[in-house]
Antibody, heavy 120, light 107 residues
Framework: EVQLVESGGGLVQPGGSLRLSCAAP????????MNWVRQAPGRGLEWVAT????????YYVASVKGRFTISRDNGKNSLDLQMNSLGAEDTAVYFC?????????????WGQGTLVTVSS | EIVMTQSPATLSVSPGERTTLSCRAS??????LAWYQRKPGQAPRLLIY???TRATGVPARFSGSGSGTEFTLTISSLQSEDFAVYSC?????????FGGGTKVEIK
């Protein structure tokens, strides 16, 4: 199992911004679709965004489109999630997860998550 | 958008018992269905993909079945480490989606 490590979570005011990062050592990062998934308090998992290996194709859940941007740096084996215009509904633990080389897929490796709290 | 519905929300089961969890898709997803195990403070763990294929290292007591819109995850003999929340996920189409989860608790 691949060890993914998220960072960048914290407390942010409504309307603010935060950038999450995921370090992904020990596998051929550049060959895999990568994903962000979140879990709000007391709720189930929610897929947030996916990026293809080249970084050209990106997919988002409707509730974050236009506010969140997923990106990757294959040279640094890192995945980012830029989150703008944050609201209370974005409060959650955010996980980065590895997909496959083939597109929409299950996620075979996950990080431990980083907590984002949106509150004044 | 494909909506995934899991039932029941909670299952109370005794160790050693067999239990079956259900997951329903709002439209056909063929066999593009995965199951995950979640424990507090831990990363989710992939158990099953392709509806019925166990992920690497997953014990044989976990099995999955189904296609189209109806899926099940069966744990043949619950061990203490199996008490957790189980979530299904469809990856047939964008947006990807998860079910709300079934909590398997000790009876």
């Amino acid at each position: 199992e691949v060890q993914l490590v998220e960072s960048g979570g914290g407390l942010v005011q409504p309307g603010g911004s935060l950038r999450l990062s995921c370090a992904a050592p020990a596998f051929i990062f550049s060959s895999y679709y990568m994903n962000w998934v979140r879990q709000a308090p007391g709720r189930g998992l929610e897929w947030v965004a996916t990026i293809n290996p080249s970084g050209r194709d990106k997919y988002y859940v409707a509730s974050v489109k236009g506010r969140f941007t997923i990106s990757r740096d294959n040279g640094k084996n890192s995945l980012d999630l830029q989150m703008n215009s944050l609201g209370a509904e974005d409060t959650a633990v955010y996980f980065c997860a590895r997909g496959t080389e083939l597109g929409a897929s299950p996620f075979d490796s996950w990080g431990q998550g980083t907590l984002v709290t949106v509150s004044s | 958008e494909i909506v995934m519905t899991q039932s029941p929300a909670t299952l109370s089961v005794s160790p050693g018992e067999r239990t079956t969890l259900s997951c329903r898709a709002s439209q056909s997803i063929s066999k593009n269905l995965a199951w995950y195990q979640r424990k507090p403070g831990q990363a989710p763990r992939l158990l099953i993909y392709g509806s019925s294929t166990r992920a690497t290292g997953v014990p044989a007591r976990f099995s999955g079945s189904g296609s189209g819109t109806e899926f099940t995850l069966t744990i043949s003999s619950l061990q203490s480490e199996d008490f957790a929340v189980y979530s299904c996920q469809q990856y047939s189409d964008w947006p990807l989606s998860f079910g709300g989860g079934t909590k398997v608790e000790i009876k």
